[in-house]
Every structure is written in structure tokens, then in C-alpha cells.
């Protein structure tokens, strides 16, 4: 069965489906090519010089060969980016937050240097609540915000609302890392990648009381 090639979206960058991207992330695709074209190779060696396939089996050897080294250039490629991924992440994967009580909130910063511009919202990961700082901003402005968040473990008081019975509160905090990338941390765990500084996002305005946590012994 023939595969249509890969499309070209832009000069100079091949987009990959994901199947195509899992199969070539696996060291094994390219042993597997370099196999085949071995494999081809032999072949052509098994066939007299004056045979007509042989120059057809040449081809098809030729075409494995740089078949094999172009699945190699991508391998290199996707795991340059993965790398790449994971460093501007590094920092903001090592930033949570939840609940202690109704109207306290436990943030923790794994890294070795602070994130700036904390902004800390109760959301509900259950009820009719709102889901996200973004829709609770859309309603009030009580957000929590910190001047900073040092490494370590700390304590901020948050805003208390009226839970509910069917309401289970959390905890979404938004700051921005040492290299001025802005991340939000949701209640669910995800870490998401936001374009604008966390105050700006929200639609918060100036002047804010940023806070200083309060260490919290373990």
C-alpha cells in the first residue's frame, strides 16, 4: 500500500502525523531501515551484471540509504525538541499548589529559584462552580496575589466562598518563571503555557497587594 509523503506547511519544516512521529521517535524504525537496506544491498550482490533488475534493484538500495539517514536526521531532530521542551518547562513542572482549609492555600516551589507575579484563585473541580481562574475573574476580582514565590514550601491565606454541599474546592495558581514565561497550574494538575503576564490574563488591574507567603515548616 502506497503513504502519501508528509506535508510541507511551511519551507524547511516537515510536519509528521502522529503515527508517523511515534514510529520514528522508536530507535528500533531506524535499525529496522538499516536492515532493509543491508538487506537490498545483499540482493544486488546475488544478481548477475547483466541482468536488468540489477540496476532496478541499485535504485531501490539507493533509495533505502537515504531513506535511512533521513528517518535519523528526524530522530535527531524530534529529540532536540523534547529537550528543548522539557527546559523551558523545567522550572514551572516544579510549582503546585491545593488547599489546606476553607481559607488557606499550601504552595510549593521544588526549583532553585522563585517565580514571580503569583496570582492564586479557589476554583471547584466538582459542582457548578467555576472551573478556572478565567471563568472565576469573569465575577470577581478576590484573587490571592504574591509578590513572589521562593523555593521551598509556604502558606497563603485565599479567599473563602460559600462551598456548598455538592462543591469541592481547589486550588489554580498563574506566575510567571525566572525567564519571564507565564504558566498557570490548574486545580487538575495541568500546566499550561500562557502568552501574558498572569495579572494581565485574568484582566486584573493595578495596583495589587502583592503578598509575601509565609514559610511553612514540614
Not at 70 to 77: E, L, N, P, Y
Not at 179 to 198: C, N, Q, S
Request: a positive charge; hydrophobic letters at 40%; proline letters at 7%.
Amino acid at each position: 500500500m502506497l503513504h502519501s509523503p508528509p506535508a510541507l506547511t511551511r519551507p524547511g519544516r516537515l510536519q509528521l502525523g502522529d503515527r508517523h512521529g511515534q514510529f520514528l521517535q522508536r530507535p528500533s524504525a531506524t535499525i529496522a531501515l538499516w536492515s532493509v537496506v543491508h538487506h537490498s544491498q545483499t540482493e544486488i550482490r546475488n544478481v548477475p551484471l547483466d541482468d536488468p533488475l540489477r540496476d532496478v534493484a541499485s535504485l531501490i538500495a539507493a533509495v533505502g540509504t537515504v531513506g535511512a539517514f533521513i528517518v535519523g536526521g528526524v530522530q535527531i531532530a524530534i529529540e532536540r525538541r523534547r529537550r528543548r521542551t522539557d527546559a523551558l518547562r523545567a522550572q514551572a513542572e516544579r510549582v503546585s499548589a491545593w488547599l489546606l482549609n476553607d481559607t488557606t492555600g499550601a504552595l510549593l516551589n521544588r526549583s532553585d529559584e522563585p517565580v514571580y507575579r503569583v496570582v492564586v484563585w479557589v476554583v471547584f473541580i466538582q459542582g457548578a462552580g467555576p472551573r478556572t481562574g478565567e471563568e472565576r475573574s469573569k465575577h470577581d476580582s478576590t484573587a490571592q496575589t504574591l509578590a513572589l514565590l521562593p523555593p521551598g514550601r509556604y502558606r497563603a491565606e485565599v479567599d473563602g466562598v460559600d462551598y456548598g454541599m455538592s462543591l469541592v474546592p481547589s486550588v489554580e495558581v498563574a506566575f510567571s518563571d525566572v525567564r519571564g514565561r507565564h504558566w498557570i497550574r490548574r486545580a487538575t494538575g495541568e500546566l499550561v503555557k500562557i502568552k501574558r503576564d498572569p495579572l494581565a490574563h485574568y484582566g486584573l488591574s493595578e495596583p495589587q497587594p502583592w503578598m509575601i507567603p509565609t514559610p511553612e515548616k514540614l
